[in-house]
């Protein structure tokens, strides 16, 4: 058992202690650097060395988001940051919340301090690691509250939310303690006059430029990759193949069979497909693990999923719940967008979850003729994307197989119809510059699952019928 500090060593402690958080304001006052710059050559940072000693974690130097990010937050100002995918922003905010709450001399018993709210339990899961490793030589408590977890485990989050000092959570679990536990004061989450907002975004669509002006007072504008001459990471080998939408699926088990031995992010439009080209591909055997990622999937196996995946050489069919701020751990090699994403930043956010930091990655966009403007998007964007010719001589027809399949399991043709319906109905949500849902060959798209018949869509039978009504009109 360690002998207990006595009275004279805590006091001498504590004296230091405050002589070091002195120094440490006196030396981010004297290093601010000049508005407008972007400061990644400063030989050292004005950090606490509890902080700064990262050097036997994974992260083993400050790089890109990170280190453009970090004179300018350390010394309170917000900062608006370009960065792309994979280049560190979670340590560009978490360093400064670990920073400012140890200059503050915030201790345990104060209670909550910050709050972490992540969109995704995964997201929180993976920001929760980064914390736990950068607070580790520091006395900060820090709990992580997601939902998915059963009663027992929110009991146990009530008892110790009010002593922990960091709370990472996502938005609806927060509420549920607003809501039920006792003395969880969160009345200063109304946003304070005095604040200091750090916004970071891969991209920067019209959403991310208005919650920038409405949040963010006199920001420096770090465009972390200066001049960048590609939007998305120069380590990220991007091409496309044009696909007619009944041969996807032939396209797809093509596409894993040549990739035994690759970890391969597949996106698709909606949960349905993801649910039936999972069961249809896991029948048919392919050779390599499969497994499924959706929102509605219970927590333990989505956390189990992410784990599993970035291990060994496996194929995941997701939705777009994958696409936004998720890390494997560096262990994707193959992004394959199986439906073309509505806009360009969900393509690059898409692409994103390959190539991070330093690893090397690559990409495949399945683009039907009639979505070919997307292109001209992804150029116009600065995404360099080369066309590759599949080789029309390998025939492998997984359709036949499939109907096989549907015909003796009523539940994988009741997956197939749904995959089908809700395919469609995503496309007609889509940008009409691109997307035409009535010029599809549902036919032999539907044949193409592996469907006797074609199933009646009502909303498109509609739009198809109005639609030659103004052509016989004109
Ligand atoms: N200094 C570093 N040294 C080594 N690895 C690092 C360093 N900084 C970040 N990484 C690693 O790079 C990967 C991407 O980091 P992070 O998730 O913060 O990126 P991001 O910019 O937030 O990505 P996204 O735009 O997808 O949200 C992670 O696996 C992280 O561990």
Redesign the pocket.
Known sequence: MRKPKSKKSRMQSKHSELQEVELLKSWIESQQPERGSNPTSLPALPLDARTGH?DST?????????RACLPHALCGRDVRGA??????????FIIPIVEKLYRERWCPQDGVGSIIISPTREIAG?TFD?LRLVRRHHSFSAALLIGGRRGKDVDAEKELVNECNILVCTPGRLLQHMDETPHFDCSQLQLPKQRQTLL???TQPKGVKDLAALCLKDPEFLSVHEKPVTATPSNLQQTFVIVHLHQKLEMLWRFIKKNLKSRVLMFLSTRKQVQFIYEAFTTLRPGISLMAFYGKLDQRTRMATVSEFSKQPSVLFSTDVAS????F??GVDWVVQVDCPGDVASYI?RV??TA???SVGKSLLFLMPSEEKMLEKLQAAKIPIWEIKPNKNVVQSVSGKLADSIVHDPDLHGLAQSAFKTYLKSVDKKDKEIFDVTKLPIDEFSASIGLASTPRIRFLNNKIKSSSKKVSEL
């Open positions: 990262l994974r992260f083993s130097r400050y790089a890109g988001a990170t960065a792309k995918t994979g280049s560190g922003k979670t340590l560009a993976q980064v970071f975004s891969a936004r701020g998720l890390d751990n560096q956010h994103g979850r991070r930091y330093d």
